[in-house]
């Protein structure tokens, strides 16, 4: 059995003290045609995690992060296919409302969202789980939670 890993990396700003998401939807030639989503990546193997994360994020939007938190959640499956666990660490970056977003070609479209629209968009109960984790951490719902900042 192989082990492949992957990140999940939300991207996300504050309206009005409320947490939006950048969601994109994926090209009708990638894997997963139309489904809307973070960004998500492979580790490769000269890289960490949380690098990979910043990699996918500039390569998928174009956005340059200056620090990107470690979310206090991992989401894996089983891919039955290939014979393989996927593990998936979960980042987020907050950005400014009005930085620019550009879509590689595995997307062909954006939207903000709020943590309401996002659990209806998103396609996997894991990645609705890391949504929620997200917005109650930066609407300061929750207090306990620990989110590691890394600061680039």
């Known amino acids: 059995m192989q082990i492949l890993n992957l990140i999940e990396a939300h991207i996300v700003r504050k309206e009005n003290s409320k947490v939006e998401f950048l969601l994109m939807k994926r090209s009708p030639n990638e894997k997963y045609p139309n489904i809307w989503q973070m960004v998500t990546g492979k580790i490769h193997n000269d ?13 998928e939007t174009g956005i340059n992060t200056n620090s990107i938190f470690v979310v206090p959640h991992l989401n894996f499956f089983y891919n039955h296919e290939s014979d393989e666990n996927i593990t998936i660490p979960v980042f987020v970056t907050l950005i400014n409302a009005n930085t620019e977003i550009k879509l590689s070609k595995e997307h062909t479209e954006f939207k903000w969202v709020t943590f309401k629209e996002a659990k209806k968009l998103l396609a996997w109960p894991g990645q609705k789980k890391s949504a929620k984790v997200i917005k109650d951490f930066f609407e300061n719902k929750y207090s306990t939670l620990n989110f590691i900042e890394i600061e680039l």
Do not use: D, K, P, V
């Open 47 to 59: 890289e960490t995690a949380y690098q990979a994360a910043i990699r996918e994020i500039q390569e």
